[in-house]
């Protein structure tokens, strides 16, 4: 993680162009297909009678819906490949995998709610939530696009499929909807907006960085982590820039041939 200044504040890198990028073709996409899927399945409700007005003969919801569906496919996809094929996603990837430390941070945070400890357990990179959320967000993507393709070619899937299962995934589609809709208009809404520590805005999704008392409040394991590392390059480099001066010191001081 890179760290600069700026009006003596020191920034650290949170997110990459390529990974904002992601993001907000996610964001997009998801609003999309969120609006577009439950007017399909709620036509009748009052918000969607000016979607209608759009339509006449012409299944525009639906095109839409399908369209945008590729479209958050085609990220998934590359986003696999970018936490595979790139050094910075590997690093990513390693830092999203659950580990032991993850349950004694839920348990130190569960006792910091409960008001047993006065602050949060210092997170690393990414904290247990923000892990959960992210494999939320895989786990859903795959049953979406699963369910959304079944239900979309639907004479290719009864060729294998019962036509009982049309209404089987039908229900899970709609559901996973829900619960996705929900997790992000509660969860990461509050994490990113509406946390009283956050408001009005994470603004790393946008500039990409994160300042140091941000960093300690959220990632403070991380940040020691950093820290130490640089008190160790500058140690290093300030041992690097002696022996450069003791060797010119002595090539100065050698007797002429």
């Known amino acids: 993680m890179n760290a600069t200044w700026n009006n003596n504040q020191q920034y650290y890198l949170r997110w990459t162009r390529n990974e904002r990028t ?22 009748e409700a009052a918000w969607v009678q000016p979607l209608l007005l759009l339509e006449e003969q012409f299944a525009l919801r639906g095109w839409i819906h399908r ?6 496919v085609g990220l998934g996809i590359y986003h696999v490949g970018y936490m595979l094929f790139t050094a910075r996603g590997r690093t990513l990837a390693k830092a999203l995998l659950p580990v032991r430390q993850d349950l004694d941070d839920f348990w130190q ?16 990179h990414f904290s247990y939530m923000e892990k959960i959320e992210y494999w939320a967000l895989v786990w859903g993507t795959v049953v979406m696009a699963i369910t959304g393709f079944l239900l979309w070619f639907e004479g290719l899937a009864l060729q294998f499929l019962p036509l009982w299962m049309m209404e089987v995934l039908t229900v899970i589609h709609l559901y996973e909807a829900w619960l996705a809709t929900l997790a992000v208009m509660v969860w990461h809404f509050y994490s990113v ?5 956050v408001y009005p805005l994470n ?22 982590r950093l820290q130490q590392a640089g008190l160790e390059t500058a140690a290093q480099q300030e041992q690097e820039g ?10 100065g001081n050698a007797p002429a041939v």
């Open 67 to 72: 369209i945008a569906a590729l479209v958050f």
């Open 203 to 224: 603004l790393s999704m946008i500039d990409g960085r994160m300042s140091e008392e941000e960093m300690r409040r959220e990632h403070g394991r991380e940040l020691a």
């Open 109 to 124: 945070n569960v006792r910091f709610l409960l008001g047993r400890r006065s602050a949060p357990p210092p997170f690393d």
């Open 22 to 43: 992601q993001h907000w073709i996610l964001a997009v996409c998801f609003i999309v297909l969120a609006i577009t899927g439950f007017a399909l399945r709620y036509p």
């Open 193 to 197: 907006i509406f946390n009283p520590e």
């Open 242 to 251: 002696e022996k450069a001066k003791e060797a010119t010191s002595a090539v």
